[in-house]
């Protein structure tokens, strides 16, 4: 039996996300992107196109390591101004009925006790749609706008992480149960406080004493993702997420990091499809093969190069500003985004990435492949990858924005739909059952599931 592929589409609330300078073409309307509606709107094409879920990446500082400031960063528009996604999800998810939403949360600056009663209103709001992409940041100027001198180390990030997810699961799991809620008027309880329990958290970066804020939503714990490519952030993924995301420029290199992923969840004594693995891609559709590539073509007349090497410095914390076209790209190991780097250099083979063809490539889709050809060549390259690289499905960029994710559901959806490769979305079900076709609570082989209360939890 043929496997569906599971379509995500990937963005964020700014006017630049991966490909700079597209912003130029006539196309777009991403200069719109400050009005609900364009949120709203775009929703409803994804919905209608058979996704199951909008992805909304986000970061909480500015780039300024090109050039040693903002300056390319604010002109290009690249990843700033930038809104913040977890207020507009409830608007889309009264827009839509079956589209899920994925928000970035960091948790290296959020408090466990106030995110825990956020993600939970959200998951109440958008029943049981709500998915959080757990993120312990990179950008440094973030660090230095939130009362840090610097970047706390990168492996150090991720042992905080890990504490920080288990005061997440106490609240979400272990605090109330979803029975307590009674609005008995009868019996004078709105609560029932035998169905209410302090966590009594005392750890090395957190202290918790209490109870949860807010009742349990549908999902209890929201949908985990987690995009860490770097080897610790790959630990703390096999620990914690329900679905992976990768960036990378090939099947080939992207199968090498999710065999380490299978392998672990085996190691772990869990099945090595538990966790659902997604890649990044750029898709250039169009009615035919030609047509495709002239779009691509004319794609390529407004790329920005020197945006595209700020928003390189802004993923791995490395100023090219004074380098040659030239020279060559190598790895050095810095306290930002380890798998942004590891990309195009450790992961990129014998292939030599001079910064030239580090500019090009990432100027058009960022970090993963653009797919360009007509329906049938697109769904034909999807159906290579999910062979080749062993993934579950697509987080799905645009460069020119919405008309990409537009020209997707008017053009891809109808074929993968005449192939039998697109799972169509299940009524009032949460994103957890709509992604991973389980229940809509944490899998009992989950190591959030051990925080569950026993007695009168809805598992």
Do not use: C
Request: charged share 25%; no cysteine; net charge negative.
């Amino acid at each position: 039996m043929t496997k569906p592929i599971l379509f995500n589409a990937f963005d964020m609330m700014t006017p630049v996300h991966q490909s700079p300078g597209l912003w130029r073409h006539p196309e777009s309307r991403v200069d719109e992107f400050t009005q609900l509606s364009f949120w709203t709107d775009l929703a409803k094409t994804l919905e209608d196109g058979g996704f199951s879920s909008l992805f909304l990446a986000d970061i909480l500082g500015v780039y300024d390591v090109y050039g040693g400031n903002a300056d390319v960063t604010n002109r290009a528009g690249v990843q700033f101004p930038l809104l913040d996604p977890l207020v507009a999800v409830p608007a889309m998810a009264a827009a839509t009925k079956t589209l899920g939403f994925g928000v970035t949360a960091s948790v290296t600056y959020e408090k466990p006790y106030l995110l825990a009663r956020t993600l939970t209103t959200l998951d109440h709001f958008t029943n049981g749609r709500v998915a959080w992409n757990i993120v312990t940041s990179y950008v440094d100027s973030a660090a230095r706008n939130l009362g840090l001198k610097g970047q706390i180390p990168h492996d150090e990030r991720y042992d905080r992480a890990d504490e920080f997810m288990e005061v997440m699961y106490k609240l979400f799991e272990g605090s109330i149960t979803p029975d307590a809620l009674k609005a008995d008027a009868d019996a004078n309880v709105f609560v029932d406080p035998n169905e209410v329990h302090d966590i009594g958290h005392e750890g090395k970066f957190f202290t918790v004493p209490g109870q949860a804020l807010a009742v349990p939503g549908p999902q209890g714990t929201p949908l985990l993702f987690q995009a860490g490519a770097s080897k610790r952030g790959q630990e703390f993924a096999l620990d914690h997420a329900e679905a992976i995301f990768f960036s990378g420029p090939t099947p080939e290199i992207l199968r090498s990091w999710v065999d380490k992923v299978r392998d672990g969840l085996e190691e772990r004594g869990r099945a090595r499809d538990a966790v659902k693995i997604f890649a990044l891609a750029t898709v250039i559709v169009d009615d035919t093969d030609e047509a495709a590539e002239a779009r691509l073509a004319d794609y390529r007349r407004y790329v920005d190069t020197e945006s595209a090497l700020s928003l390189f410095g802004g993923w791995t914390g490395i100023d090219l500003s004074g380098a040659s076209p030239e020279d060559t790209l190598e790895y050095v190991s810095t306290e930002a985004n380890q798998s942004a780097l590891a990309s195009f250099t450790t992961m990129a083979g014998d292939k030599p990435w001079t910064i030239r063809d580090l500019a090009e490539f990432v100027a058009l889709g960022g970090r993963g492949p653009v797919i360009t050809g007509s329906p049938a060549t697109i769904v034909d390259e999807f159906e290579r990858w999910m062979t080749e690289a062993d993934i579950d499905g697509f987080n799905i960029a645009a460069a020119v924005r919405p008309a990409d994710a537009e020209r997707f559901t008017k053009y891809v959806s109808p074929e993968l739909r005449r192939r039998g490769l697109l799972p169509e979305p299940v009524a009032d079900a949460t994103v957890r059952e709509q992604l991973t076709g389980a229940g809509p609570r944490l899998a009992e082989d989950h190591t959030g599931a051990r925080y569950r209360l026993g007695e009168g939890a809805r598992v």
